[in-house]
């Protein structure tokens, strides 16, 4: 819980652009997980972007005014949650660079960093959440997001949580921690590179005979569930929330099923 208040702790919940657009079930998800861990949760209306296309293009004036509507939204809260590393660390380690030169935003821009957390850090290592009464039958590998694991150390969390699920199977991915090939704009840029990374991510799902994929960040679930898709594989692609929150029961991001 938050000691700095007896009450709930009061949590704004970073949707993400990708969530907004391509998979609204992960909101709901988290929404649910925060709750059942004790939270009190809000989805501020004026959030958009955090900020990472522009960043990564080297567009910082742009950046800057995204990152001061997405402070002015959230700093009011205790926390800031978000289901993606990949948005979590822009706000948390990379909001830092765009105001370093400007003291009069440095202290807030601060202050939001320091409570931001990647969602399944949150409930593993602030909220102590333990799943209950949630199955999933099915073997599922593990994608390990560049940015969750190596900026904000996300590895043992989902796992932790994920052995709580009845009729879960975990099994061993080669080269887990290994880019998937999206890295945003990344593929956008050089797609003919970030093919043959999927390529490589999607012959080791294969070889695990897993029948479901799991990750933290939809962009990197996008990018590896689409190929497995177009190479006809029948793996079906989850956000680890969605499982965490008994809710995953479609046919999971891009389909799946070829």
């Known amino acids: 819980m938050n000691e700095t208040t007896a009450d709930k702790p009061r949590v704004g919940l970073f949707v993400t652009c990708l969530v907004d657009a391509m998979r609204p079930n992960i909101g709901f998800a988290s929404i649910k997980l925060l709750e059942a861990a004790g939270c009190d949760v809000e989805v501020p209306q004026a959030q958009t972007c955090c900020g990472q296309p522009a960043f990564n293009s080297g567009d910082d004036a742009t950046t800057r005014g995204i990152a001061i509507q997405l402070i002015e939204a959230f700093e009011e809260y205790d926390y800031v949650v978000v289901p993606s590393g990949s948005c979590a660390s822009m706000i948390s380690s990379h909001y830092g ?31 102590h959440f333990k799943p209950q009464g949630v199955r999933y039958d099915g073997t ?25 699920i009845g009729g879960l199977e975990m099994t061993p991915l080669t080269d887990n921690d290994a880019c998937c090939g999206f890295g945003g704009t ?17 012959a080791n799902i294969q070889d695990t005979d897993a029948d479901t994929l799991m990750a933290g960040d939809l962009g990197c679930l996008m990018n590896m569930a689409g190929k497995l898709s177009r190479e006809g594989r029948n793996v079906k692609a989850f956000h680890t929330v969605e499982v965490l929150a008994d809710m995953a029961d479609d046919a999971g991001i891009m389909g799946g099923d070829g």
């Open 140 to 164: 599922a590998a593990y994608h390990d997001s560049c940015s969750g694991l190596r900026d904000l150390g996300v590895y043992e969390q989902p796992r932790k949580m994920l052995s709580e």
């Open 186 to 202: 990344f593929c956008v840029k050089y797609p003919d590179i970030s093919n043959a990374i999927v390529s490589a991510k999607t």
């Open 97 to 127: 660079e765009i105001f370093e030169d400007d003291p009069t935003w440095t202290t807030r821009q601060s202050a939001l960093s320091a409570k931001t957390w990647e969602i399944l850090s949150f409930l593993s290592d602030v909220m």
